[in-house]
């Protein structure tokens, strides 16, 4: 027996852009995975690294995580060769006359760049004005049934409380397209750079993004669907999964091998971090609710966030993962697990050159006498370059308000709520997180579980 979401993408073909992602590649696994008579996946792939979409589309479906899907599904994903910085999101006329003719009936946009220090115009051309495009692209596909569009649940971080609606900006989104406007302007008036109101380029480009779509919406049914933190697996493809070392991830890797020694983060802040899977499953029902409502020419906003229904502080999350890294540590540890976290950026500074750089450059002179790896300090730029970036979101904190998200799970049969599951309240932070620590040490850090005697050994030593 299918299920009711099951049914709905039984005979239907979806456009997936940013497949090859972190979120994307989750995406078409669930697909694949848990629909089982989908009739087609098309993804928009850029060639990259010398590769093309197909040689790319092959190398993606034929990792790992892909194991567990059967051969005939996996001929269901065919690739087009798309660059969304392109215009036209660089697709050839003839891949642009298959794609209206596929009868694709839900397009998940998610594909952008995740730096959150991107020039202005880069950020605008990648995450913003591809947004144009792919709204019109869908409004001339018969078949459309809705339009999900991946933001992020900090696109209004100026506000304190963020609703699941779409927020006036102080540009006019009509001059940005027209390129009328230069990006100086755009800046000033939003007034990123002067400690104002956004802290990045990423932010921005998605809160422009964000009302560009609903403005040209004409008529299209859309959702905006806006994760926060996106982080490991919950349950698929295994828990604690991973394969991106974007924000926390990024932080965590550093502590695990014992390089990064202060953090950043406001204790008593809410660490709104979500499951890539949950993350998935709860868009794949968003564009379910889109689709079948019927509200066309309307734009409905969904928060993903844990915080609401779910909350852990960030001391909470590090004092889990510190335990959890100490229980298990890695045999590429190159020091012994030392951290604390601090919000005020002059102590956090002057401890990161007292525990990082100092230590650092007594390590890589020690390295120069034996000839050993020269990147300590290196790496302990890195770390205050990054803490620099994302310090906004560690030490302060936002008010979500998830209504649409609580109603949709609410609407669910029980079958689809198991199969599709996003039930924030289902997680057990010191269970999940335990995996999350597991999953950075065998997914990034590429040490399997059998090395933890000899790494506990070591770390007695
Ligand atoms: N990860 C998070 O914590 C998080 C949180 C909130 C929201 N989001 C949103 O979720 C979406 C996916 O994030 P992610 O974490 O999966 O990021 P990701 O792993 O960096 O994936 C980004 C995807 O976009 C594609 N892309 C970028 N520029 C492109 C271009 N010019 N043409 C074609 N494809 C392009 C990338 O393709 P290539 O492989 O060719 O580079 C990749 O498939 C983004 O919209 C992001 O804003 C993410």
Redesign the pocket.
Known sequence: MMSTLQKFYEGRVVLV?????????VLLLKLLKSCPNIKGIIV???K?HGQSCQE?LFQILSSSEFSAVPKESLVKVSPIE?????EG??LSSKDREFLLTSRISVVF??????RLNEPLDVAIK??TL?VLEVTQLCEEMAQIEALVY?????SQCPNSEIKEEVYPMPVDNGQIFDGKMLDEEIAMKCTYRKNGQWPNT?TLS?ALAEEMIQKINGRLSVAIF??????NAWKEPNPGWIN?I??VTRILRGVYLGRTRVGRFSDGKVADLVP?DM?VNAMIATAWETATSNHRGQTKVYNFVSGAQNPITWKEYWSICVQKIIENPTAHAQWYLFYVTIPLWPVYFSLWLCLELIPAFLIQGLHYCTFGPKRSVKDAFASLQYTTIVGYFSVNGWMYQDKNMRSLLAKLTPEDRDIFSFDIKQINWNKYLENCVMGVRIYILKDDLSTVPQARKRYKM
């Open positions: 852009t940013g497949g090859s992602g972190f979120l994307g590649r928009f792939l850029r990259k790319r798309a660059d969304i910085e392109k999101l660089g946009h998610i594909a952008a760049s995740v990648t995450n591809p991946v933001s992020t649940a900090y990423y998605k806006r994760p926060s933190i996106v982080i991106n974007q924000t890539v993350c």
